[in-house]
């Protein structure tokens, strides 16, 4: 199994950008597809971005297009979500998962397709 840890989170006036990190640990990283997630105050944790386990292919929720990127750096075993243009809506705990692949090329966006979590990381965005 692999074990995950998030990072990067904080406090950020309205436009601005954070990068979050999850540091991943336990069996190789390259073998999961990755996600993110996010659960605001009072509401249920939803689905932020989905990256393969090549790293080629990526989907992100409407909310987050074009102000959000994914991307993993294999050899650090590391996941990111570069975050910019952030809006006072994007305020939430920010969680990473992953998902044993099989196939290199695909993503994952429901919550139930993923198998490990990490304990998540608390972005406030001011207005």
Request: hydrophobic letters at 30%; aromatic letters at 14%.
């Amino acid at each position: 199994q692999v074990q995950l840890v998030e990072s990067g989170g904080g406090l950020v006036q309205a436009g601005g950008s954070l990068r979050l990190s999850c540091a991943a640990s336990g069996r190789t990283f390259s073998g999961y597809a990755m996600g993110w997630f996010r659960q605001a105050p009072g509401k249920e944790r939803e689905f932020v971005a989905a990256l393969s386990r090549n790293g080629v292919s990526t989907y992100y929720t409407d909310s987050v297009k074009g102000r959000f990127k994914i991307s993993r750096e294999n050899a650090e075993n590391t996941l990111y979500l570069q975050m910019n243009s952030l809006k006072p809506e994007d305020t939430a705990v920010y969680y990473c998962a992953a998902h044993t692949a099989v196939y290199g090329s695909v993503w994952y966006n429901r919550q139930s397709e993923y198998e490990y979590w990490g304990q998540g990381t608390q972005v406030t965005v001011s207005s």
